[in-house]
């Protein structure tokens, strides 16, 4: 009962989101999807309403109680389409294949509950997407003001930003919210020491700006003068101070506009300007000619009519009380002002064609409010409530309003409407920030924003909706909300940055874990998401995974300092204490035969040893090597039998002996010639046992690894991540790179760790920071991802088969490149289907997607359409005219070892090179490469062997062998030869001789009669396996026996 109430709830709320499809029972236009329906709508279990819900779990339910019905996948699609009445017996086969992810042959009410709930909960989530909009950080800008900030508007002709404080300091921002200029708004210093500001708005058509001040003046400002801001005009004589104003003028006839204001004594002025553009206020007869002389206007000339260019419209129903804000609207034709006052709360003043004097009506609302905003589209009036409400009023409806919207749990102070979205924000006094949906009156997002605790401040709230900025001033300090660009088009996999992705190949699952402590998995081949854990390590963001050997058991890395070991329903076996004191980053889980390593954090390596897993807290074990590193390990990787390396931040990486835990070489990029820098002598005694080494035993290195860590304190040479070419067996014998580094600068590195050499460097991602990089199990394909969401595939099965003593700087065939993500790369699995490569990439724009090598598209979990993987790889005909496996035509280009006295410039001047061609390498890949690359591939996963066609002209074959410098060509002709013994007399050496008898071979006994015991499944397999078998086989037995009875009886 409990799931089907959850179940309606959620569609309930999926179908209020998704306005564009309405319920209703055995609709025919369900039957079928028109193309301009979105793909989710069309799915079965998305058109399904709560009535079908209903009957569906009826025809599940038992008469017996506590006992359910599970249907096979022929009796379930046959049920369904006589118990709903609608869809077609295929529709309900999908239905049932969707459910039954574990292929048990069967599924109950219990299992189609959990995906319609999980299906649902996907599309809900979608839909809040597409609706709630993504901020970044809050920032705090650096302003200069030293008092409460009054106003901040945006100038349009100029694109700038203006903020004005109370003591009269104008800040002046460009467009890119760089503060330009802080100058005060007049030059009489004398005056400022006595007056405040009160507020500013902006004149876009005439381009002034009006500042108010508590000596009841209104000066006007011009912004294309010579001079800094020199007052043109000055409007003195008010009868009290105005403390808000607001100015409009209409677009299609710039002339006319209005400019309005309230004061203190609970008035509400308008000066309506008829001719802005030639002059705001009329010069008097005797005033002088000089345009820069500031203009004196008295408000009681105004109210004469001595300026014919501008009239006067006022009234003072707000009886006393301070006039907080003020507005014309023009959808309205009204002015709408506002008090704190509980009577006459909110005004609104119009004036009709036969009538001089304003038409008024008011709203009365309890407590009274600070603010209020008005929605044209909508026609709704949203006032900010002392009583924490926020209520929306009909402005021709006074007498009660026709929504309020609760969750404030203090006094509301700014509201505003989102207008492009229909939406509303609001900020109350405890500094919360809330998003409104105004249709459905519900709060959608929620901000708490971190200002300093005081008791009393002033906040203006400020929405530039045309640039996506929210400001919010608090005293005199400016924070700002910037709006993520187009963020609700793009799919998201998880709510959070995803951290970690790995690939199950026993299950065919992709396993996703985000910085919100949630995992999730996913079908490979359809995208489909069937399960998700949440709040694995509480609220502590999980940095990294690992899956054991057998790939049964997950291992999830968390901040909070801890390793948890996971079956996958869920269950958690064990728990790894590697923190300290506080929060670690672990930044890889490395799973050995007899050892777990946990590296991340400091320099040192935990071990956790197999014999201590039969408790479930588990305390790591010391390092038998001890530390090595001269900064943070963030990386590791291991080759059998025994060979483990690990990386640090400082570029360091550090071989070692995993049977004995000790470490016996270093690798390092710069450290030949650093050492030729060091000391000479020392230098050449090394170099000259061998020119081409670039590094040397732990023993010799102590000095020179703090010298390295000096000169690497930005970590452009880090190690993001190192991998082992396994599928090159022969390295020892043929030389070669086995190891493959990545990191900081882009670069990429190979090296023979037989050898201990650098072999070839390149940038794969010009001017990007760190990358990180994965290779498929061939090492046939090297794929690198970037800060900005760029992915690479690099073609590197013959990239360094031989070792040289000469560095190779050529990068390998790019493949392709192409921008799955917006965001941070964080994370790269590679996986097999159908003998087909896939390449699995996650981001911090919340995101997993997966693709291929060549051409092919890029899928993202989550997405509302599923996939079906195997029909989108297709691949290119092969072109007979291109040459398979064609070689480069360019030679590779490589670089010897610089001398001493050269050693310095030439990496000067390749640094200068990949600067100023930052990513020229994709422009060199031609599409033949592309395709003869793909091909390449999938014909050698397809066929067993390869045969190879010679010519009768002398040919040479490149060998994957030790033997790749012989030259194979066509052999010659044998002379002729005498014929052996045997054939010229085969009588003498074949002739037959007699049989004889042989003792007769005893039937050996049956198999059966040999076995000392009976074989039982159960030796062998794990007792829960055995008994889950037998309950499922106890339970379909059971509803078999009841299907049948149930049959006879209605036949009878």
């Avoid at 779990?57 to 046959?78: D, H, L, V």
């Avoid at 989530?125 to 106003?151: G, S």
Wanted: charged share 25%; glycine share 6%; proline share 3%.
């Amino acid at each position: 009962m409990e799931r089907r109430e959850a179940i309606m709830s959620y569609q309930n709320a999926a179908l209020e989101l998704n306005t564009g499809w309405r319920p209703g029972p055995k609709s025919p236009e369900r039957t079928g999807v028109t193309a301009d329906e979105d793909f989710s709508t069309g799915l079965l279990e998305n058109q399904l309403s709560v009535d079908d819900f209903v009957k569906i779990q009826q025809a599940f339910e038992s008469p017996e109680p506590r006992k359910t019905i599970c249907m096979s996948r022929e009796e379930f699609t046959q049920k369904m389409t006589e118990v709903v009445g609608w869809g077609t017996e295929e529709q309900y086969g999908e239905l049932f294949d969707k459910v039954d992810v574990a292929q048990d042959g069967f599924i109950n009410w219990d299992k189609l509950a959990s995906f319609l709930l999980l299906a649902l909960n996907e599309k809900d989530e979608r839909a809040k997407a597409t609706v709630v909009p993504q901020w970044k950080d809050l920032e705090f800008l650096p302003v200069k003001h030293k008092d409460t900030i009054q106003k901040v508007v945006f100038l349009k002709s100029s694109n700038r930003y203006l903020t004005i404080s109370k003591e009269g300091s104008l800040g002046i921002w460009g467009e890119n919210l760089k503060l330009q200029e802080t100058l005060p708004i007049t030059s009489d210093a004398t005056k400022l020491k006595h007056l405040w500001v009160t507020s500013l708005v902006s004149l876009e058509n005439v381009n002034k700006i009006a500042v108010a001040f508590t000596s009841k003046e209104i000066c006007f400002y011009d912004l294309l003068s010579k001079e800094e801001f020199p007052c043109q005009y000055k409007l003195q004589g008010l009868k009290g101070t105005p403390i808000c104003m607001d100015y409009w003028y209409d677009p299609l006839d710039a002339n006319e506009s209005i400019l309005s204001f309230g004061d203190v004594t609970g008035k509400v002025h308008a000066v309506a300007f008829t001719a802005a553009l030639i002059s705001l206020f009329e010069r008097p007869t005797g005033a002088c000619e000089d345009d820069e002389a500031t203009m004196t206007i008295n408000w009681v000339d105004l109210l004469s009519g001595c300026h014919k260019c501008c009239h006067i419209l006022e009234h003072k129903l707000h009886r006393g009380d301070w006039v907080r804000q003020v507005t014309y609207n023009a959808s309205l034709d009204a002015i709408i002002s506002s008090t704190t006052s509980n009577t006459n709360t909110v005004v609104l003043a119009w004036r009709e064609k036969s009538k001089k004097h304003l038409t008024m009506t008011s709203f009365n609302i309890a407590q009274g409010i600070h603010a209020f905003d008005y929605h044209s589209q909508l026609n709704l009036i949203a006032t900010a409530g002392i009583d924490n409400k926020v209520c929306l009023w009909n402005p021709y409806v006074v007498s009660k309003p026709v929504g309020v919207l609760w969750g404030h749990s203090a006094s509301v102070i700014a509201v505003q409407f989102f207008s492009e979205r229909k939406q509303l924000f609001s900020f109350s006094k405890d500094k919360v920030l809330r998003l409104w949906d105004i249709q459905h009156q519900l709060s959608i997002q929620r901000i708490a924003c971190p200002f300093p605790q005081t008791q009393e401040f002033k906040c203006l709230f400020h929405f530039d909706e045309a640039r996506g900025r929210l400001f919010i001033s608090f005293n005199n300090q400016l924070a700002l909300l910037a709006m993520k660009r187009e963020a609700w088009t793009r799919v998201r996999s998880h709510e959070k940055a995803i951290t970690c992705v790995l690939y199950s190949s026993v299950l065919k699952q992709v396993i996703s874990s985000d910085v919100g402590s949630t995992v999730s998995f996913w079908m490979i081949d359809t995208g489909q998401k069937i399960k998700q854990l949440t709040g694995c390590h509480g609220n502590a963001e999980i940095s990294t995974m690992a899956l054991d050997a057998n790939e049964t058991r997950l291992l999830t890395g968390s901040t909070d300092g801890s390793v948890k070991v996971w079956d996958f329903n869920g269950y958690c076996h064990h728990t790894l204490n590697v923190g300290q004191d506080g929060a670690v980053d672990i930044s890889q889980i490395l799973v050995l035969k007899k050892t777990i390593l946990v590296i991340g954090w400091e320099r040192a390596i935990m071990v956790f040893r197999r014999q201590n897993f039969n408790q479930f807290f588990i305390q790591s074990e010391e390092w038998k090597g001890g530390i090595q590193h001269q900064d943070d390990i963030l990386c590791a990787a291991f080759l059998p039998p025994q060979t483990l390396v690990t990386g640090s931040y400082d570029g360091e990486i550090v071989l070692w002996n995993n049977s004995t835990e000790n470490a016996h070489h270093v690798l390092h990029p710069d450290y030949q010639r650093l050492l030729k820098s060091q000391s000479d002598t020392g230098s050449l005694k090394l170099l000259s046992a061998g020119r081409s080494q670039s590094t040397h035993p732990i023993a010799d290195q102590a000095t020179l690894g703090a010298c390295t860590f000096k000169t690497d304190t930005e970590g452009k040479n880090a190690v993001m991540k190192l991998c082992f070419l396994e599928a090159r067996k022969n390295v020892a014998l043929t030389g070669g790179a086995n190891l493959v580094s990545c990191g900081g600068s882009g670069y990429v590195r190979f090296w023979d760790t037989v050898k201990k050499q650098l072999l070839a460097e390149f940038v794969a991602h010009g001017g990007t920071g760190p990358i990180i990089m994965c290779t498929d199990k061939l090492n046939r394909y090297l794929m690198t991802g970037d800060l900005d969401g760029w992915l690479k595939i690099w073609n590197i099965e013959e990239y360094c088969l031989n070792s040289s003593k000469s560095k190779i700087t050529q990068a390998p065939v790019l493949v392709r490149s192409f921008q799955p993500h917006e965001d941070r790369i964080s994370s790269l699995e590679t996986c097999e289907l159908s003998g087909r490569l896939l390449i699995i990439s996650s981001s911090a724009d919340c995101s997993i997607c997966v693709t291929g090598v060549g051409d092919s598209p890029v899928w993202t979990f989550g997405q509302a359409k599923h996939w079906h993987i195997e029909n989108g790889l297709s691949f290119p005909k092969r072109d007979t005219n291109l040459m398979e496996n064609k070689v480069q035509e360019e030679s590779v280009r490589v670089i010897p070892l610089p001398a001493k006295k050269e050693s310095y410039l030439v990496s000067t001047e390749h640094s200068l090179l990949s600067k100023k061609n930052k990513d020229t390498s994709t422009c060199n890949v031609r599409p033949s490469a592309d395709i003869n690359l793909v091909m390449k591939y999938w014909e050698r996963n397809t066929c067993e062997t390869n045969t190879h066609k010679l010519d009768h002209t002398e040919i040479t074959q490149r060998s994957f062998s030790a033997f790749r410098s012989l030259r194979i060509g066509t052999l010659q002709e044998l002379p002729e030869v005498n014929k052996p013994a045997f054939l010229l007399d085969p009588e003498k050496y074949f002739r037959e001789e007699p049989v004889e008898e042989q003792p007769e071979i005893p039937v050996l006994p049956s198999l059966s009669e040999t076995l000392k015991a009976v074989f039982e499944e159960k030796n062998i397999l794990p007792k829960e396996i055995l008994d889950r078998e037998r309950k499922a086989k106890q339970l379909f037995q059971e509803t078999s026996c009841e299907v049948k009875m149930k049959r006879n009886k209605k036949q009878l």
